[in-house]
């Protein structure tokens, strides 16, 4: 069997039981060796074998799981977060597909719940915004062109941008276009959740100063939004006066 597990954002403490299981019991480990704390590999057992994929291609990563599997032995493919987010999965999985080859995808705690958790605010407030829009600007891989951040600025909704750190003059630029104010609230998390996180809170106005004092450069979530500073309305699911399902109000 060939598992595909979230390992979380970091933390080692943050995998489920379920992809915790899976690597007490594998045979072959392929993890994402530039974001995968290499703290998860202590919890495998002795002669497993470990490869990082930071080095592999995606037909040498195959190629491993194949004969692995073939032999019944248990493969573990682990990436960082949740795997359905910016993963690369699909690639893998219409390659093992290809080969009748049986798997399973094993979620995870994505960094951008981790970073909104690491600075201790909500994504979803009344009246402030319902919608998590989770996207990033443009690099080596492209973003169709109705998916500009600026165009999804506009509709001023919480934000939260992976792989996107290096552009933050774009990312803020196009940030201060769509939202059409500078005074936005934005919080950058490095590392969530790892031993040398660094939590830079700011507006489109300062950040990208805020960023670069730090030298931050990679592994971090830029969440934006003004659930992150400001008034809201308290929810309507424990207000006194409203009933519903499982609770009779005083209305
Ligand atoms: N599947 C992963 C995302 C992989 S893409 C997930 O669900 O989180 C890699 C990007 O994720 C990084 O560029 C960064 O933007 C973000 N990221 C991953 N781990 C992070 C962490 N611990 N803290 C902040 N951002 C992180």
Same mark, same amino acid.
């Given at each position: 069997?060939?598992?595909?597990? !979230? /390992?979380?954002?970091?933390?080692? *403490? @943050?995998?489920?039981? &379920? #992809?915790?299981?899976?690597?007490?019991?594998?045979? $072959?480990?392929?993890?994402?060796?530039?974001?995968?704390?290499?703290?998860?590999?202590?919890?495998?057992?002795?002669?497993?074998?470990?490869?990082?994929?930071?080095?592999?291609?995606?037909?040498?990563?195959?190629?491993?799981?194949?004969?692995?599997?073939?032999?019944?032995?248990?493969?573990?493919?682990?990436?960082?977060?949740?795997?359905?987010?910016? !993963? /690369?999965?699909?690639?893998?999985? *219409? @390659?093992?597909?290809? &080969? #009748?080859?049986?798997?399973?995808?094993?979620?995870? $705690?994505?960094?951008?719940?981790?970073?909104?958790?690491?600075?201790?605010?909500?994504?979803?407030?009344?009246?402030?915004?319902?919608?998590?829009?989770?996207?990033?600007?443009?690099?080596?891989?492209?973003?169709?062109?109705?998916?500009?951040?600026?165009?999804?600025?506009?509709?001023?909704?919480?934000?939260?941008?992976?792989?996107?750190?290096?552009?933050?003059?774009?990312?803020?630029?196009?940030?201060?276009?769509?939202?059409?104010?500078?005074?936005?609230?934005?919080?950058?998390?490095?590392?969530?959740?790892?031993?040398?996180?660094?939590?830079?809170?700011?507006?489109?106005?300062?950040?990208?100063?805020?960023?670069?004092?730090?030298?931050?450069?990679?592994?971090?979530?830029?969440?934006?939004?003004?659930?992150?500073?400001?008034?809201?309305?308290?929810?309507?699911?424990?207000?006194?006066?409203?009933?519903?399902?499982?609770?009779?109000?005083?209305?």
């Amino acid at each position: 069997m060939i598992s595909f597990v !979230g /390992a979380g954002p970091g933390d080692v *403490d @943050l995998i489920t039981i &379920k #992809g915790r299981r899976r690597l007490e019991k594998a045979d $072959v480990v392929i993890y994402a060796g530039s974001l995968v704390s290499e703290k998860h590999l202590d919890f495998c057992k002795k002669g497993c074998c470990l490869y990082n994929s930071a080095s592999m291609t995606l037909e040498e990563v195959i190629e491993k799981m194949e004969e692995a599997s073939k032999k019944g032995l248990h493969v573990v493919r682990l990436h960082t977060g949740d795997p359905t987010i910016y !993963g /690369a999965i699909r690639e893998q999985m *219409d @390659l093992l597909e290809e &080969k #009748g080859l049986d798997y399973e995808i094993i979620p995870g $705690v994505s960094s951008f719940t981790a970073a909104c958790s690491s600075i201790k605010r909500e994504f979803t407030l009344p009246e402030v915004s319902q919608t998590v829009i989770l996207t990033r600007i443009e690099g080596r891989t492209g973003v169709p062109q109705k998916e500009d951040l600026e165009k999804l600025a506009s509709h001023k909704a919480s934000m939260a941008l992976f792989l996107s750190i290096k552009e933050i003059d774009r990312v803020v630029e196009k940030l201060k276009k769509g939202y059409g104010r500078e005074d936005v609230p934005v919080a950058v998390v490095y590392k969530a959740t790892w031993e040398d996180e660094k939590i830079i809170k700011g507006t489109l106005l300062d950040i990208k100063d805020k960023v670069e004092k730090e030298g931050i450069t990679k592994m971090a979530q830029i969440l934006v939004g003004d659930f992150i500073n400001g008034d809201y309305e308290r929810s309507k699911l424990y207000d006194p006066e409203f009933s519903h399902e499982y609770r009779r109000g005083s209305k």
